[in-house]
């Protein structure tokens, strides 16, 4: 991957546990987005975080950010079934006079079983 | 709320023909992203557009090009298709102008070179 490596590269739990899954970049970034794919289909967006943020939440996500060690981690409270996925980390690639494209991380696979 | 549309969703092609991929963008949706992944791979930045005009490009082979229109949608053009261009292709459109840099993705073409 040309930015870095997910933590772990596959995980199974039970419904209802939590789910943690981690991320490192190489580079300085902007932000860094958190994606979700369901087998072979699209990328969804799941978090945006910020480089001067160290904590974001939305529903059962929480992301953290520490840009000192270049690592994020995405916690899934209270795993479902549906969230069955693959999760991706990407950052920013922006420099100057370019616009943000994404670096992706190689994803970490999730399966929760019922 | 209309997302990315990409078609053809499912293409199939022998070695050396040429394919055309194409992306209507979020209306309003200023910039236009390529993404290909390949199997089990994470998905890698191809080229993007930027008010029509191409503003960053990855690794995209120079049998690709791909072009922005005046309407906004945008062709990915591929010729002289190798085995290895078998993959996921992905666009994804963004409010850069307006700061807002999260990117949403369409559902893909699935792309199957034999």
């Known amino acids: 991957s040309q930015q870095g490596e997910e933590d772990p590269q596959a995980l199974s739990i039970q419904e209802g546990e939590n789910a943690t899954m981690n991320c490192s970049y190489k580079?300085?970034?902007?932000?860094l987005q958190w994606y979700r794919q369901n087998s072979g289909r699209g990328l969804v967006h799941l978090i945006l975080?910020?480089?001067?943020?160290r904590e974001k939440h939305s529903g059962r996500l929480r992301v953290t950010l520490d840009t000192s060690k270049k690592s994020s981690s995405l916690l899934i409270t209270a795993s479902r079934a549906a969230d069955t996925a693959s999760y991706f980390c990407?950052?920013?690639?922006?420099?100057?006079?370019?616009?943000?494209?994404?670096?992706f991380g190689q994803g970490t696979t999730l399966q929760v079983k019922p | 709320a209309a997302g990315v549309i990409q078609s053809p969703r499912h293409l199939i092609k022998e070695k050396r023909e040429t394919a055309t991929l194409k992306c209507y963008p979020i209306?309003?949706?200023?910039?236009v992203y390529w993404y290909q992944q390949g199997p089990g791979q994470d998905p890698q930045f191809l080229i993007s557009?930027?008010?029509?005009?191409?503003?960053d490009k990855g690794s995209i082979p120079d049998r690709f090009s791909a072009q922005q229109f005046s309407d906004y949608h945008s062709e990915l053009n591929m010729s002289s298709l190798e085995l290895g261009d078998s993959a996921l292709y992905f666009c994804?459109?963004?409010?850069?102008?307006?700061?807002?840099?999260?990117?949403?993705f369409g559902p893909g073409t699935r792309l199957l070179v034999l």
């Open positions: 994804a459109s963004s409010l850069e102008g307006q700061g807002q840099e999260t990117q949403y």
């Open positions: 580079t300085s970034i902007n932000n």
């Open positions: 209306p309003r949706h200023d910039t």
């Open positions: 557009f930027y008010e029509k005009m191409q503003s």
């Open positions: 975080i910020r480089s001067n943020e």
């Open positions: 990407a950052t920013d690639g922006k420099r100057s006079g370019n616009t943000g494209k994404l670096i």
